[in-house]
């Protein structure tokens, strides 16, 4: 669906952000996007979303340019910032109203399913909503437009703990087959259990494009009171150490899910790198 | 999907009346106001019958020329007006709709208000003024009652002249001038109500002394500005005289009026975020 081929970016005047960057994604996937803080998960966003222009090789959606902003292309995508703006003296049906004339699949029925898990009242002016109403407003209409590629970048951020929880629960029931949502998070534990698909970015790199079952498959993610000789991972822990190694061979261990925020470190750390896709079976790691 | 759509113009249009409505409210409303607050004025105070010279009391061509000017960087220089903020940028060049219709729609939202509605107001609130003034002003003030009722000739930038020169002229600038000011607004956002008048006036001065400059800096600087405009150096096209430097201001105003828009399409186009 998405698909990234030597993509160099920089902001005028500032050091390059993404060097000759290749990925593909593909359709059906929740995938995670992290990164430390200036990673460029972001940027990458944008340029996914055909906001900002590659300094050199591409940005490509079914093989049209996202800068193109064709508008087969924006028709199919959608793409909810950090920061979201929604004008303050527009009442909320008038406000979609805006998103249902534009996306000729959006889904009146589902957003007001959405609405009424949000908790938000559809005839009320936005004034009257706080800033994380008005981000949960703009996630409804984001997952009501039919899009095929959705782009949340920081989407929990500015939610109060039981708003993420409804955020987790729709976003795992709301995704068709054809669709593609790319949420680019730094608070990894919002979307644990949520996204089947990790991507790090670290100096302007892929460091790691791994589904998580077929890490699962490979790697055992697990905590005890010492971690064992083999680790390629280990981080201290209260009641010992959490780990992360490989599945002996012939074996198959099971150590629960992949621990979000361990495999991050350890990509940050270097110590496990690679592309782990479940059509491919190549990883490298120290 | 990817072709010109008639209906994502439209959509384009109400997209743009339903996020600036504050806007355009206080644009229209207070147009009608002020004009009438300060024509009921003037026009109460009119001491000059104009008749006995042979002319109208026809006294509303000065506000209407400033009124032109306000029209210019208060409408067609608040173009684009959802560029100027990021986040309102990223909702709008994430539109589904191409650059060139969102262009057209701009360019009709902007021109309909400038050349249609907005004259329109300045005429009924002329009318009001006259009827304020007359009914109840007047009697206190000593000012003349023979007023006459704006007429639409007030309306029309371009005077009765037997010059097609004039005419041609006088088309340019009008073509000229609010392309610039429209597509100014992408560069210098809310500084547009400066910066393009400026650029326009440091353009047209510049270009006029340029032979002067240029011939000075060449020559052995003996040729003064009045040389350059003497009438010796008039260019006769088609049995009209004028200086051949009218004849340069001509082929750039009306190249600048197509090349603005060129220009602010593909500002448009390749505008990050």
């Known amino acids: ?286 | 999907m990817n072709n010109l759509s008639l209906s994502r113009i439209l959509k384009l249009i109400k997209f743009e009346f339903l996020l600036h409505k504050k806007y355009y409210l206080l644009l229209i409303f207070g147009a009608f106001l002020l004009v009438t607050l300060y024509l009921t004025q003037y026009l109460s105070y009119q001491r000059i019958d104009m008749t006995q010279y042979g002319e109208k009391n026809n006294f509303y061509n000065g506000a209407y020329f400033f009124y032109v000017i306000a029209i210019l960087l208060f409408v067609v220089g608040q173009s684009f007006m959802d560029l100027r903020s990021k986040v309102s940028a990223e909702r709008y060049l994430l539109l589904p709709a191409l650059p060139l219709e969102k262009l057209f729609s701009q360019f009709i939202v902007k021109f309909t208000l400038a050349f249609l509605v907005m004259p329109t107001i300045f005429a009924l609130s002329a009318i009001l003024a006259r009827w304020i003034a007359l009914e109840f002003l007047i009697q206190w003030t000593g000012g003349i009652t023979n007023i006459d009722i704006i007429d639409f000739d007030v309306l029309i930038p371009i005077k009765q002249s037997a010059d097609w020169l004039y005419y041609i002229f006088i088309l340019s600038l009008i073509l000229f001038i609010p392309s610039a000011i429209f597509t100014g607004s992408q560069y210098f956002g809310k500084w547009n109500i400066v910066m393009v008048p400026l650029f326009i006036i440091v353009f047209s001065v510049a270009t006029a002394l340029s032979p002067f400059i240029i011939s000075n800096l060449f020559n052995d600087g003996n040729k003064t500005l009045g040389y350059f405009l003497d009438s010796s150096w008039n260019i006769k096209v088609f049995g009209n005289e004028a200086p051949l430097m009218i004849y340069v201001l001509l082929v750039l105003f009306y190249t600048g009026a197509v090349l603005s828009y060129i220009i602010s399409y593909y500002k448009l186009k390749e505008r990050e975020v």
Do not use: W
Not at chain 1, 83 to 90: A, I, R, T, W
Not at chain 1, 253 to 280: H, M, R
């Open chain 1, 1 to 286: 669906m998405i698909s990234i081929k030597k993509l160099s970016f920089s902001y005028p005047k500032k050091p390059r952000l993404c060097e000759e960057m290749d990925l593909e994604l593909g359709e059906g996937k929740i995938i995670g996007l992290l990164g430390m803080n200036g990673a460029g998960k972001s940027t990458l966003m944008r340029l996914m979303a055909g906001l900002l222009k590659p300094v050199s090789g591409e940005v490509k959606f079914h093989e049209v340019s996202t800068f193109d902003r064709a508008v087969s292309f924006l028709n199919q995508m959608i793409f909810v910032p950090e920061k979201v703006s929604v004008p303050e003296f527009l009442k909320v049906n008038e406000y979609v109203s805006i998103y249902k004339d534009f996306y000729t699949g959006f889904d009146s029925d589902r957003f007001e399913k959405l609405l009424s898990e949000f908790q938000i009242i559809g005839n009320q002016r936005i004034s009257n909503l706080s800033f994380g109403q008005q981000k949960k407003l703009q996630i409804a209409i984001g997952l009501s437009t039919g899009a095929k590629l959705l782009l949340f970048d920081e989407p929990t951020n500015s939610l109060d703990i039981p708003s993420k929880s409804t955020f987790r629960r729709v976003l795992s029931g709301s995704l068709q087959e054809d669709q593609t949502m790319v949420i680019s998070t730094h608070q990894v534990k919002d979307i644990e259990n949520l996204v089947d698909q990790i991507i790090v970015l670290d100096e302007g790199k892929v460091k790691l494009h791994a589904d998580l079952e077929a890490l699962e498959n490979q790697f055992v993610f697990s905590q005890g009171p010492q971690a064992p000789e083999q680790a390629i991972f280990v981080e201290s822990h209260l009641l010992g150490a959490q780990y992360i190694a490989r599945q002996p061979e012939g074996e198959r261990i099971s150590g629960g899910s992949p621990d979000l925020e361990l495999l991050f470190n350890a990509v940050i750390a270097g110590k496990l790198t690679g592309e782990f896709l479940s059509t491919q079976n190549q990883v490298t790691h120290e």
